[in-house]
């Protein structure tokens, strides 16, 4: 499980205070954009940005029902939660009675045996258990995880997450027992194989044994596991919304069909597998339901990976689209290594895109515009290459993507040159509508003369959506990696957007 990076932000506006100095640590500085006459009745900016009323000392939050209690309890960190025992009387007895929310890493306990701590919560607490989520700081040679699964209170689990391969099998025997209550399952050998993490075997022999008639959301991570068990698997999960397949071995081709799909998303850059070992072909095909797409797959590799995709209407999110994807054939559209070869239709359903172009060219940025005419949201990260590739567009040709609908854009790695100048100023001068763009720097610090120098090469007065707000950001993004969490979350409708996230911890793609 990572850490979370430190994420700092500066907004410009040139109509108001471009260089407002500000730094604030995991957000941006609030400068609202240049704006036009006001109608009647619209909010002023004051008046948003008030602060809230003085509290009058009413403790609202314990007058809420029980039931209702239990339930914000029950979604706090396993520390927290115990801890509401202390806030006053009327609290003392609901975290027993509250589903219990048990994940090891949510327990800050220095020199204590985490293991212990575990097993005298489960005792302590007389159920049900509604998470049951155990990381590195679990793994112990006094780690009784079969008592723990076999434990009653733990019948009816709806979550379980077991991270860091606690058994050289990577579903335990006494975890089966779980299988018809499940609404959400992780399965995973650790966070990545070169971060320490082994890879563990998948118990083919027993799937056929497997049945998860309630499992909406399943995670696979650094597991051995073979084609054949992985769509035996998915067979076993009539109801499943969102499925992640991250850096795990035994496969060539991953073939997915799903009536009831939402989110999929498949990685392959372990770069310790031998080339027999890694992925060849992603199909997915007649998923109705499928919004989202999500591939990490590493540059420069030897093997070709062909990605097809097709009987997906309802598509609105792709990425990270890389020249490791040596064919990509997203209906009747074909791309050979980023290069648009068939343009028959375009795909019109795409509202977010996420790409890494080496180096990015105005002339990448028309193709991918005019093959997905309706993006909203466009992320580019930018791979140093200092290869040239031929042109095949007019930069004053007619882009319906930016007069109608790109509202963000944001470029990640930005180093401030030339190059990467001229590609923003691309958009700045051309996105009639766009509402964000965000420079997202590696640099250690934006002092005042960098940022000057920017704003002049940037020409920020002239761009084409005077509403527009501007940002130069640090660690908001690295690269295009992708949290796990986020793509399960289909209550967010940008799971590659840093400004939306909140995580202490997580776990990548």
Partial sequence: MEARPKRIGVLLNPAQNPWHSSLRPHSMATVPPTKKARRAGEPTAAAVSQEPPPATGDDRISSLPDAILASIISLLPTDDGAR????????????????????????????????????????????????????????????DLDAWLRNPKLDDLPELELWYGFSPIAMPPAAFRLSSSLRALTLSAGGSVSGGGEFVRFPSEDVDKFHFPHLKQLTIQCITIDESSIHTLLSKCPVLESLVLSQNEGFHCLRISSPTL?????????????????????????????????????????????????????????????????????????????????????????????????????????????????LQNLYVVVVPNEKSRMKLHDPRDYIECLDVHLKKFVLINYRGVKKDVEFAKFFLLNA??????????????????????????????????????????????????????????????????????????????
């Fill in 84 to 143: 509401t025992q202390a806030l006053a009387t009327r609290w003392r007895h609901l975290w027993r009675s509250a589903p219990l929310n048990l994940c090891d890493d949510d327990l800050h306990a220095r020199g204590l045996d985490l293991t212990d701590i575990v097993s005298r919560i489960l005792s302590a607490h007389p159920g049900p258990v509604r998470r049951f989520s155990l990381g590195r700081r679990s793994r112990s040679k006094n780690l």
């Fill in 262 to 374: 939402r989110s999929f998303a498949v990685s392959s850059d372990c770069e310790e597998l031998m080339q027999t070992e890694r992925l060849k072909q992603v199909i997915v095909k007649d998923a109705p339901l499928l919004e989202r797409f999500a591939i990490l797959h590493l540059e420069g590799q030897e093997d070709d990976l062909l990605v097809r995709i097709s009987g997906t209407p309802k598509l609105e999110f792709l990425g990270s689209l890389t020249y490791g994807i040596t064919k990509l054939e997203l209906g009747s559209t074909v791309f050979l290594q980023m290069m648009a070869i068939s343009l028959t239709t375009v795909v019109r359903t795409m509202k977010t895109l996420v790409v890494r172009l080496a180096p990015p060219t105005i002339d990448d940025a028309i193709s991918l515009l005019k093959c997905f005419p309706c």
């Fill in 432 to 509: 009639r509508v766009l509402k964000m763009m965000e420079l997202a720097s590696r640099r250690q610090s934006c002092d005042a003369k960098y940022l000057n120098k920017q704003r002049a090469m940037l020409d920020l007065k002239n761009r084409a959506s005077q509403d527009a707000q501007f940002a130069i950001s640090i660690h908001s993004y690295h690269d295009d990696e992708m949290h796990i969490s986020h793509i399960h979350d289909l209550s967010i409708s940008d799971p590659f957007d840093s400004s939306v996230c909140s995580c202490k911890t997580f776990h990548l793609l």
